[in-house]
């Protein structure tokens, strides 16, 4: 148990809808990262908020943004669905300056229609 | 840039038996290292890293892992393997501290399956 939680568990939109994904962080954690993991590959970066700032972005388009909230708590929010967003979003939270050590939530579960 | 390569993408053997998962990266700087251990329906858990201290690596349930910077090889190993250790495995790369923190570049993953 990680201490992170993300909702909903699953997910299912149609192509052209906005879907806003949460994730409660550890305690004491200020550093919450978002990762996609698209079916048979592995996670990739999508970006990272620290201190309720955008602290680095993969190479995903504009359509993908977030919030950090003061309480560390985040969201990702994905406008202008796309078939190809379907996939497990996992969210990471961390305590910068401890050694680089994410815990993840088990994910939400997108399908988009 | 950096990458991870997982030479395999299922790797199958009988318990009792040594558990080798290959991973090896490129990266244009000093790499920290990592292997993530998923559970189906799970997030991933880590199992260990290497962050620039001692290339042999210790981590959890038995696992432990050598940096070999002259093979930019991360290869995963335990040497008895057990029927809980039946899951995918991501080996992870990132530029070591500073602007890079906690933005992991990942692997494509190795399922193992372990047989009685």
């Known amino acids: 148990e990680t201490g992170v939680t993300q909702s909903p568990t699953h997910l299912i939109k149609t192509r052209g809808q906005q879907v806003t994904l949460r994730c409660s962080s550890q305690?004491?954690?200020?550093?919450v990262s978002w990762y996609q993991q698209a079916l048979g590959q592995g996670p990739q970066f999508i970006f990272q908020y620290y201190r309720e700032e955008e602290n680095g972005r993969g190479n995903f388009p504009p359509r993908f943004s977030g919030l950090q909230f003061p309480n560390y708590s985040s969201e990702l929010n994905v406008n202008a669905l796309e078939l190809d967003d379907s996939a497990l979003y996992l969210c990471a939270s961390s305590l910068r300056g401890n050694g680089e050590k994410l815990f993840f939530g088990s994910g939400t579960q997108l399908s988009v229609l | 840039a950096q990458s991870v390569t997982q030479l395999g993408s299922h790797v199958s053997v009988s318990e009792g038996a040594l558990v080798l998962l290959r991973c090896n990266y490129s990266?244009?700087?000093?790499?920290?290292l990592f292997w993530y251990v998923q559970y189906p329906n799970q997030g991933l858990q880590l199992l260990l890293k290497y962050t620039s201290a001692a290339t042999l690596v210790k981590g959890i349930n038995g696992f432990e892992a050598e940096f070999k910077k002259s093979e930019t090889s991360f290869h995963l190993t335990k040497p008895s393997a057990h029927m809980s250790d039946a899951a995918e495995y991501f080996c992870?790369?990132?530029?070591?501290?500073?602007?890079?923190?906690?933005?992991?570049?990942f692997g494509q993953g190795t399922i193992l399956t372990v047989h009685p």
């Open positions: 992870a790369v990132s530029e070591a501290g500073g602007t890079s923190y906690g933005k992991l570049t």
């Open positions: 305690s004491g954690h200020n550093t």
């Open positions: 990266s244009s700087v000093p790499p920290y």
